[in-house]
């Protein structure tokens, strides 16, 4: 081989390697992007709409939903509560089992944008509370990574919102249920394989499986165990 030749291959070979060293840094800040930033601008924006709603709720009147119904009982008919507007927050959940101080936003509506600020609620899907399946989904991992600890979630677990007038408080029905993505019945009124009987006051709650994947879902259910006037205090699953 000349020498012309052989300088040639070296600057071949030079150049591969810097674009190599280039494409990992840029994978490498891409990750870092993934793992660190979008959780510190989620985080950001789920203490900011917990701060807005309890702002607003300290300062001002809260429309509460008609008479919020003890669990398995009836109530007379009444006229159907106003829809969530959509993209905005309304109420906030606490799950004990998954930390002390885990508490996120629910906003209205699942789209991309919504859940980088909180766990979004299925717009066709029950009111907080009402009787039917009251809906709810959350990232597993990237920005906050709300429902990363999701399949530590056990039977007989709180899950405990409030809306500003009221805390509802329900009990998990199952351990995390894995299914594909085109099994919209997990969110019916009364889901096929949740082993509810009939109509309820329900929680429906959807991640992604696995956890840095999204071929399938995560659901666990439960059903409404009690509720409380939000002037009496914190319930007692958010003080044991």
């Known amino acids: 081989m000349t020498q012309r030749g052989g300088t040639t291959v070296r600057r071949i070979v030079r150049t591969l390697s810097e674009i190599c060293v280039t494409a990992g840094a840029l994978i490498v800040l891409f990750v870092v992007y993934l793992l660190f930033w979008t959780g510190v601008r989620a985080d950001s924006a789920m203490d900011g709409e917990i701060g807005r709603l309890q702002d607003r709720w300290s300062t001002g009147p809260v429309t509460a939903p008609a008479r919020p119904p003890a669990p398995g009982g009836r109530t007379a008919p009444a006229a159907r509560p106003r829809a ?73 677990d709180a899950v405990v919102l409030t809306d500003g007038t009221t805390w509802f408080t329900y009990r998990i029905d199952n351990r995390p249920y894995t299914t594909l993505p085109g099994d919209i019945g997990v969110i019916d009124p009364v889901p096929p394989k949740s082993g509810f009987h009939g109509p309820g006051r329900y929680l429906t709650l959807t991640t992604c499986e696995p956890e840095w994947g999204h071929s399938h879902r995560l659901i666990a259910w439960a059903h409404l165990d009690s509720t409380q006037p939000a002037a009496r205090g914190r319930p007692s699953a958010l003080s044991s």
């Not at 101080?101 to 629910?106: E, I, L, R, S």
């Not at 959350?138 to 979630?153: A, I, M, S």
């Open 84 to 156: 969530y507007p959509p993209g905005a927050s309304f109420a906030v959940m606490y799950i004990p089992r998954l930390g002390a101080d885990w508490a996120k936003p629910v906003l209205e509506g699942t789209a991309p944008d919504v859940l980088k600020r909180g766990l979004g609620h299925y717009d066709r899907t029950a009111h907080l509370g009402q009787l039917g399946n009251f809906s709810v989904a959350g990232h597993r991992r990237t920005y906050g990574d709300p429902f990363k600890d999701f399949p530590r979630l056990r039977p007989g």
